[in-house]
């Protein structure tokens, strides 16, 4: 089945520093991904969709300065926090379903749990 | 606005009985649903799902029931295994295929031997 990887699986950082997560959809190609947050004992919420080759739209109340994405190729797609506090402590996912799958359901990465110090 | 519901956060059921996770939306648009189960530390992971035209979906163990006129599916577990234990989340989309998923809180179930 469609494999989406996510690296790392957990990082801790001081505050002010910045911190960049990977997805890479392993065995297929994907021109859009998703990015997703979820608090302790919440929902997941969709922060912002990564398009490959053009900018990334972002969810209403998600700044973009400070979670930069970048979709440079077909495969991988950046999650960059600026500037982390830690109010960003969090699990970030991302997910992704394959090109030309309309029907198909998403696949999601294992997250990665960011602490923020 | 939580759009999509599941008011349950926990569900415990003895190994072997059913389980049945029920989860409530409000979005009419809502056309397509799915259920995603996740372990701690991991990614969710597609389980099963069902589209507005059906009302019954059944793929081994775990059946989805959808009630339009209520806005309300379930999920139904039989019989549980320990294996099973894990958080469930239902979420929804206007289409199948959708790129935006509408996730509910989630229900962590534990299965008791």
């Known amino acids: 089945g469609a494999v989406v990887s996510q690296h790392p699986s957990r990082v801790i950082c001081k505050s002010g520093t910045s911190v960049k997560i990977e997805c890479r959809s392993l065995d297929f190609q994907a021109t859009t991904m998703f990015w997703y947050r979820q608090f302790p004992k919440q929902s997941l919420m969709l922060m912002a969709t990564s398009n490959e080759g053009s900018k990334a739209t972002y969810e209403q109340g998600v700044e973009k300065d400070k979670f930069l994405i970048n979709h440079a190729s077909l495969t991988l797609s950046t999650l960059t926090v600026t500037s982390a506090h830690p109010e960003d402590s969090s699990f970030y996912i991302c997910?992704?379903?394959?090109?030309?799958?309309?029907?198909?359901?998403?696949?999601f990465g294992n997250g990665t749990r960011l602490t923020v110090t | 606005d939580q759009q999509v519901k599941q008011n349950s956060p926990s569900l415990s059921v003895q190994e072997g009985r059913i389980s049945i996770l029920n989860c409530d939306y409000t979005n009419s648009m809502f056309d397509y649903f799915l259920w995603y189960k996740k372990y701690p530390a991991e990614g969710p992971t597609f389980l099963i799902s069902?589209?507005?035209?059906?009302d019954k979906n059944e793929d081994g163990r775990f059946t989805v029931f959808l009630n339009k006129s209520a806005k309300h599916l379930s999920l139904h577990i039989v019989p549980s295994q320990p294996g099973d234990s894990a958080v469930y989340f239902c979420a929804a989309s206007p289409i199948q295929g959708a790129q935006k998923l509408v996730f509910g809180q989630g229900t962590r179930l534990t299965i008791n031997p």
């Open positions: 997910s992704a379903r394959a090109s030309g799958t309309g029907g198909s359901p998403l696949h």
């Open positions: 069902i589209s507005s035209i059906k």
